[in-house]
């Protein structure tokens, strides 16, 4: 256990439903990336915060995808008018933002669009 | 982040060493090396990072070459817990956008 936690953990949903996770940080970490990763294939980064401000979106976070970090605490990622493409698993990572830093990853929630 | 390249699996008996190749020819000079592991169905698990130096840690060894265009990770009494996807990464640190490959999968075998 990283101290990261993501729920859920599993996602079974229709197309064109709405979904949400949620990822919790280690406390003392500033930053945090949200990933997805594919089946045989590593994770792809899709965003980044440091602290409530979003620095970074992958072009792989189409206008669907919003991700909202209040208070620079939790975070949560939002996919609208889910497509059976957006099956995979999200994956969120925390560090502590200073120098070299590794992330610490959570379990990741297995999103399945039927 | 730098390009890196692994071989796509390896075998490892269970008690040996186990010396996990990478190749970052383009790595930059401000850039670091990086090692993560994935074990079946969990998130990413960071292992050690290096500049120039070796570095070693409870984990694992690292052994960067002098010219840095490669490095060697070294799991030195691999387990069958052990058994997992290494990913190599170069990466500047600071700000990780962290750019992973497809790793090596490393099978220890009893």
């Known amino acids: 256990d990283t101290g990261v936690s993501q729920n859920p953990r599993h996602k079974i949903t229709k197309r064109g439903q709405n979904v949400t996770f949620r990822c919790d940080p280690i406390?003392?970490?500033?930053?945090l990336y949200w990933y997805r990763q594919t089946l045989g294939q590593g994770p792809e980064f899709l965003t980044y915060?440091?602290?409530?401000?979003?620095?970074?979106k992958s072009r792989l976070l189409s206008d669907r995808f919003s991700a909202e970090r209040p208070k620079g605490s939790f975070s949560t990622l939002e996919i609208q008018r889910t497509e059976q493409g957006d099956s995979a698993m999200y994956l969120c990572?925390?560090?502590?933002?200073?120098?070299?830093?590794?992330?610490?990853f959570g379990p990741g929630t297995r999103l399945t669009v039927l | 982040d730098a390009k890196t390249t692994q071989p796509p699996s390896m075998d490892c008996a269970e008690g040996r060493a186990a010396n996990l190749p990478c190749n970052h020819s383009?790595?930059?000079?401000?850039?670091?090396v990086y090692w993560y592991r994935q074990i079946h169905s969990q998130g990413p698990q960071y292992i050690i990072h290096?500049?120039?130096n070796n570095e070693t840690n409870e984990m694992a060894s690292l052994i960067i070459t002098e010219d840095r265009k490669s490095s060697t990770l070294i799991l030195p009494h691999a387990t069958l817990r052990d058994t997992a996807v290494y990913y190599c990464?170069?990466?500047?640190?600071?700000?990780?956008?962290?750019?992973f490959g497809t790793g090596t999968k490393l099978q220890v075998i009893p």
């Open positions: 383009t790595i930059s000079g401000n850039e670091y």
């Open positions: 915060f440091q602290n409530e401000a979003q620095l970074e």
């Open positions: 990464i170069g990466n500047s640190g600071g700000y990780q956008k962290v750019t």
């Open positions: 290096g500049l120039k």
């Open positions: 990572a925390s560090s502590i933002g200073q120098g070299t830093a590794e992330q610490f």
């Open positions: 406390s003392e970490h500033n930053r």
